[in-house]
């Protein structure tokens, strides 16, 4: 038995892409956990630029980027979403783990283990 399904009005062009949720799900908790902090993106990129941590001192992210992330958007010649260093730099400067930027709270996650 064949069922033929044939999606009317706005599903009718919409496709469903789990990764452009997923990167605008990660982006908005990033600039929710910035503005937290009481910081613009203009702020936010000093405070990366200037933080000393790290060895490589060219690390940056631009403002630019940084709203590219947040509205969920892949930047660069690198086809990743956020590399793992990148990842790191705003795990270190919004204090908070790699796991809680990418899948939310922590105690949120207790519902699906």
Same mark, same amino acid.
């Given at each position: 038995? #064949? /069922?033929d399904y044939k999606p009317k009005g706005l599903m009718k062009k919409q496709k469903l892409?789990?990764m452009k949720y997923q990167y605008e799900e990660i982006g908005a908790r990033i600039k &929710? =956990?910035? /503005? $937290? %902090?009481? @910081?613009?993106?203009?702020?936010?990129?000093?405070?990366?630029? *200037?933080?000393?941590? =790290? &060895?490589?001192?060219?690390? $940056?992210? %631009?403002?630019?980027?940084? $709203?590219?992330?947040? *509205?969920?958007?892949?930047?660069?010649? *690198? !086809? *990743?979403? +956020?590399?793992?260093?990148? @990842? %790191?730099? @705003?795990?270190?400067? +919004?204090? #908070?783990? #790699?796991? &809680?930027?990418?899948?939310? !709270?922590?105690?949120? +996650?207790?519902?699906?283990?």
């Amino acid at each position: 038995m #064949k /069922i033929d399904y044939k999606p009317k009005g706005l599903m009718k062009k919409q496709k469903l892409d789990f990764m452009k949720y997923q990167y605008e799900e990660i982006g908005a908790r990033i600039k &929710e =956990y910035r /503005i $937290s %902090q009481g @910081l613009g993106q203009d702020d936010f990129s000093e405070v990366i630029t *200037n933080k000393i941590d =790290y &060895e490589e001192k060219e690390v $940056s992210i %631009q403002a630019n980027v940084m $709203s590219s992330i947040e *509205n969920g958007k892949i930047f660069g010649k *690198n !086809k *990743n979403f +956020l590399p793992d260093k990148t @990842l %790191q730099i @705003l795990s270190d400067v +919004l204090k #908070k783990s #790699k796991v &809680e930027i990418i899948f939310g !709270k922590e105690t949120d +996650l207790s519902d699906f283990r």
